[in-house]
């Protein structure tokens, strides 16, 4: 009989080499196959026992409705999985539309408690929205709701450590904790909402918006200050016809990203006006598309540190959603 010297190992050491086979975690690794905590227990009898008493193994969670298994098995195996996760936070990743998502709030909610990172990309809101309870150790919050109610309706609110939320045009209508948050994502909101959004989220220190074209309001019916905020990543359909510039004073920012959908000529007097008027005072860095030469930005802002030239297309691709998933 052969003698495998991995086998030697202590369980402690096992254990911690298998965690590391996974994504680190808040990534979830797939419900099966390569990547997936299922395999260890393929392996032998030694390695399953192992596998199953190792509940950081099991924290991670992500159903999806194009997968090649029906949706009612992910369920099945979801739960499985939050019972060997024992006591651990876990981290919650959905992408369905067009199916009945009863069996997987049933199967989730019971864990509410230890919900810290929730994704959910989802057609049908209601169930979202129904939600309800502490949710004491949730962090992270990504909601992407292809359908909204007309009315407005508050959420998660009682998630006294929620700092980081991503959310579509839906939150226009909803009610959050944003006075709390020091990350925010908004995408697909016309400027006004974002900013209406915004006025209640005063303590941000990092920001990116993604702003839906036309329904402009003027700058003077708009204002907000957040003294705060550090990081911005604004992309717009052009930041000329924006009113974003003379919407938000951040007098602490040091990193700025824009991305225009429609390439703008005049750059450098447009951010140049948009920096001014925002009163970013302390900026130290700044991503754009080259559209003019370095040295020309260079010799407009000699304050600025650092400059960092991406092109257009990849500049754009900054409005796909920052999750951890």
């Known amino acids: 009989m052969k003698h495998y010297a991995v086998l030697t190992l202590p369980i402690e050491i096992v254990a911690e080499i298998f965690v590391h086979f996974l ?48 949706f009612e098995y992910q369920v099945a195996i979801a739960d499985r999985w939050l019972g060997r996760s024992r006591s651990l936070p876990v981290s919650i990743r959905l992408r369905a539309s067009g199916v009945n998502l009863s069996s997987f709030f ?61 959310v579509d045009f839906a939150a226009a209508r909803l009610t959050l904790p944003w006075a709390q948050l020091t990350s925010l994502t908004l995408n697909g909101l ?40 550090e990081s911005l990543k604004l992309k717009v359909p052009t930041l000329r016809a924006t009113p974003l510039g003379g919407a938000l004073i951040l007098p602490a920012l040091r990193r700025l990203t824009v991305g225009e959908r429609i390439p703008n000529p005049d750059v450098i007097p447009t951010l ?4 001014a008027q925002a009163g970013c005072t302390r900026l130290e860095e700044v991503c754009v598309a080259e559209l003019v ?12 540190r650092t400059f960092t030239f991406v092109d257009q297309r990849t500049l754009m691709d900054l409005s796909s959603r920052f999750s951890y998933s």
Request: aromatic share 10%; charged share 20%.
């Open 23 to 70: 994504p680190v975690y808040p990534r979830c690794p797939p419900l099966v196959g390569i990547g997936s905590p299922t395999l260890l227990t393929q392996i032998c009898r030694h390695w399953r026992e192992i596998t199953l008493a190792t509940p950081a193994l099991w924290r991670g969670i992500s159903l999806f409705d194009g997968s090649s298994l029906e």
């Open 272 to 275: 140049a006006a948009f920096i």
């Open 190 to 229: 016309w400027a006004f909402e974002c900013v209406s959004v915004l006025r209640l989220a005063l303590n941000l220190v990092h920001c990116d918006l993604f702003v839906a074209e036309g329904y402009y309001l003027e700058p003077a019916t708009l204002d907000v200050t957040l003294a705060r905020l």
């Open 106 to 166: 049933a199967a989730i909610i019971p864990h509410r408690p230890r919900w810290e990172y929730l994704s959910m990309e989802v057609e049908a809101p209601k169930e979202v929205l129904a939600i309800d309870g502490p949710m004491p150790l949730l962090r992270h919050l990504d909601l992407d709701l292809s359908l909204v109610e007309d009315d407005a309706l508050v959420v998660f609110k009682h998630a006294p450590l929620l700092r980081t939320v991503l």
């Open 293 to 304: 030469s370095e040295e020309e930005y260079r010799a407009a802002f000699p304050s600025i």
